[in-house]
């Protein structure tokens, strides 16, 4: 098991998310990224999404750890390039939510 911590940093202005409301926007960000995972060749599991809000840059700070059970033969090499594969897929599904996506 792989266990991956991302962040992104979003800014506000062009947002879908409003600041008073993270709570709801953590719950829809854990299902768009669930559901955008199962491209993944093996399970990934999200463990937790975390958002705050940053007045002072007007900026969303979001935190996604998720569990990636690999495949028996995965190599090294594999293990490497799941992060940056996690990383891009979730990136553009930011994009959904934000009109910039900083990671």
Do not use: K
């Not at 669930?34 to 993944?40: C, E, F, I, K, T």
Request: with cysteine; charged share 15%.
């Amino acid at each position: 098991m792989l266990m991956v911590s991302e962040s992104f940093h979003c800014p506000a202005r062009y947002s879908e998310v409003l600041p008073a409301d993270l709570e709801g926007a953590g719950r829809y960000v854990e299902g768009l990224a669930s559901h955008v995972l199962r491209a993944l060749p093996a399970i990934a599991l999200v463990n937790n999404v975390e958002i705050n809000f940053c007045l002072p840059e007007n900026m969303y700070i979001i935190h996604i750890r998720i569990c990636y059970y690999e495949q028996a033969n995965t190599t090294a090499l594999d293990l490497d390039t799941i992060e940056l594969r996690i990383e891009c897929v979730l990136s553009q599904a930011l994009l959904q939510l934000f009109w910039e996506v900083y990671s």
